[in-house]
């Protein structure tokens, strides 16, 4: 199989969550965690400790969360990268004084679920748990070059029942370091 | 910010090479695939912000030398900022990227990802094999498995 096939059909396989119920992380002292979906909007965004890219968006992360939390927009920070420990995890958001829980998603099961690809690579949840938004927080990784707020604007959108300015977009970003599976 | 300082004055004292680096757009991209038909075009993206990019690119560097000869063209196109052009010309010197180099001056980001492979989300490294006629046949999301990417060039070449 080519490359290119293979390419293909990962992500065929992979392909889009369709409904995602459940998502199953471990918390950063290793207990396992199951948040639900149903009935809220929830924000999924993968993260790293050590992605320049996602680094760049810590403070506009905290303000989106500061800004929507309180208006029941349910938020998972996930950390798949096989490189990053849970407690260099724990010590980054400690040091970035984030106000949400970051969680370990190991052997990058949701990240794999989601076809999650780069940081910060951003899925939201509708309130009947399938997903509406994939892609960017926003178009500029220099925050005082951002356009379009795509992440803000789809969950006011959301909130407010209105049609999704947006459902996809594609940024550049640090590739999620899976770990090795055999197949 | 003081790596970059640093780069400067070693620039400025002329104690490492500068690259040339070109600024490449959407059509400068489809003018290097127009301009490598009749070639087997190997092209990478990376930013020197990306470790894994970074890691690999000794060896797709040896990789571009072995098969020159033979009609492999290898591009690495910069997905830096412009404020970051003095770090990229330092990576490009000393890892010793075959020139053209390229850095990024993209009107539209996803525009130009979807171009490149509309399957692509934008994360690094990626890197896109098109063959003599011009026709994209093969892609490496991430690191590239470099023997697997010599086995491709071996059979289009």
Same mark, same amino acid.
């Given at each position: 199989?080519?490359?290119?096939?293979?390419?293909?059909?990962?992500?065929?396989?992979?392909?889009?969550?369709?409904?995602?119920?459940?998502?199953?992380?471990?918390?950063?002292?290793?207990?396992?965690?199951?948040?639900?979906?149903?009935?809220?909007?929830?924000?999924?965004?993968?993260?790293?400790?050590?992605?320049?890219?996602?680094?760049?968006?810590?403070?506009?992360? *905290?303000?989106?969360?500061?800004?929507?939390?309180?208006?029941?927009?349910?938020?998972?920070?996930?950390?798949?990268?096989?490189? +990053?420990?849970?407690? !260099?995890?724990?010590?980054?958001?400690?040091?970035?004084?984030?106000?949400?829980?970051?969680?370990?998603?190991?052997?990058?099961? !949701?990240?794999?679920?989601?076809?999650?690809?780069?940081?910060?690579?951003?899925?939201?949840?509708?309130?009947?748990? +399938?997903?509406?938004?994939?892609?960017?927080?926003?178009?500029?990784?220099?925050?005082?070059?951002?356009?379009?707020?795509?992440?803000?604007?789809?969950?006011?959108?959301?909130?407010?029942?209105?049609?999704?300015?947006?459902? +996809?977009?594609?940024?550049?970003?640090?590739?999620? *370091?899976?770990?090795?599976?055999?197949? | 910010?003081?790596?970059?300082?640093?780069?400067?004055?070693?620039?400025?004292?002329?104690?490492?090479?500068?690259?040339?680096?070109?600024?490449?757009?959407?059509?400068?991209?489809?003018?290097?695939?127009?301009?490598?038909?009749?070639?087997?075009?190997?092209?990478?993206?990376?930013?020197?912000?990306?470790?894994?990019?970074?890691?690999?690119?000794?060896?797709?560097?040896?990789?571009?030398?072995?098969?020159?000869?033979?009609?492999?063209?290898?591009?690495?196109?910069?997905?830096?900022?412009?404020?970051?052009?003095?770090?990229?010309?330092?990576?490009?010197?000393?890892?010793?990227?075959?020139?053209?180099?390229?850095?990024?001056?993209?009107?539209?980001?996803?525009?130009?990802?979807?171009?490149?492979?509309?399957?692509?989300?934008?994360?690094?490294?990626?890197?896109?094999?098109?063959?003599?006629?011009?026709?994209?046949?093969?892609?490496?999301?991430?690191?590239?498995?470099?023997?697997?990417?010599?086995?491709?060039?071996?059979?289009?070449?």
């Amino acid at each position: 199989m080519t490359t290119l096939a293979a390419f293909a059909a990962a992500l065929a396989l992979l392909g889009a969550p369709g409904k995602v119920d459940v998502i199953k992380a471990t918390d950063l002292q290793g207990k396992p965690v199951e948040i639900r979906t149903a009935g809220k909007i929830t924000a999924v965004i993968f993260i790293s400790t050590q992605c320049p890219i996602s680094n760049d968006y810590n403070e506009r992360m *905290k303000a989106l969360y500061n800004e929507f939390h309180g208006k029941g927009v349910q938020f998972v920070f996930l950390n798949a990268n096989s490189t +990053e420990s849970s407690a !260099e995890v724990a010590e980054h958001a400690r040091k970035h004084a984030f106000p949400f829980t970051v969680y370990k998603d190991v052997n990058n099961v !949701e990240a794999d679920r989601f076809s999650a690809e780069f940081t910060p690579h951003v899925f939201v949840i509708g309130k009947n748990s +399938e997903v509406i938004y994939r892609g960017a927080i926003d178009d500029s990784r220099p925050a005082d070059r951002v356009t379009k707020t795509y992440l803000k604007d789809v969950l006011n959108a959301a909130l407010e029942g209105k049609p999704l300015p947006v459902t +996809e977009t594609k940024a550049f970003g640090c590739t999620i *370091k899976r770990v090795k599976k055999s197949t | 910010m003081k790596h970059s300082i640093a780069i400067l004055i070693l620039l400025a004292a002329g104690l490492v090479h500068a690259a040339d680096l070109q600024p490449i757009s959407e059509a400068g991209y489809q003018r290097l695939l127009a301009s490598a038909k009749g070639k087997v075009l190997v092209v990478n993206f990376w930013a020197t912000w990306c470790a894994p990019c970074r890691k690999e690119m000794p060896e797709l560097v040896a990789l571009a030398a072995k098969y020159r000869a033979k009609g492999m063209q290898f591009a690495a196109i910069a997905i830096d900022e412009e404020s970051d052009a003095a770090t990229v010309a330092e990576f490009v010197a000393k890892t010793k990227i075959p020139q053209p180099a390229y850095i990024k001056r993209f009107q539209d980001d996803q525009k130009f990802i979807s171009m490149v492979d509309p399957r692509w989300s934008g994360g690094l490294p990626f890197t896109v094999v098109y063959d003599r006629t011009g026709r994209k046949v093969h892609v490496f999301p991430g690191e590239v498995n470099i023997r697997e990417l010599e086995q491709v060039i071996q059979k289009l070449l």
